[in-house]
C-alpha cells in the first residue's frame, strides 16, 4: 500500500494485493469446503457449487461456521 500511495499510476502493487487477496479467500475456500464434505459425507457438493446457506451466513457475519 506504501508503494500505491507513492507511486499510484504504478500497476505492479495493485496486481499483487490482488493475488495476495484471492490466495488468502481462495484458501479459505477451500478449507470451508474440506471441512463442511467431512462434516456431511454423502451429500455431494461440488466445486461449482454455492456453499450452503447456513454456511455461507457465518462467513458474512465474520464467524468461522464449522469447526
Not at 477451500?30 to 450452503?52: A, H, S, V
Amino acid at each position: 500500500m506504501k508503494h500505491v500511495s507513492l507511486k499510484p499510476e504504478d500497476p505492479e502493487p495493485y496486481y499483487w494485493i490482488g493475488v495476495i487477496d484471492w490466495t488468502v479467500s481462495y484458501r479459505a475456500n477451500l478449507e470451508m469446503r474440506g471441512q463442511w464434505r467431512i462434516k456431511n459425507q454423502g451429500k455431494p457438493l461440488k466445486d461449482e457449487d454455492p456453499m450452503p446457506a447456513d454456511v455461507s451466513r457465518g462467513v458474512y457475519q465474520g464467524r468461522r461456521p464449522i469447526n
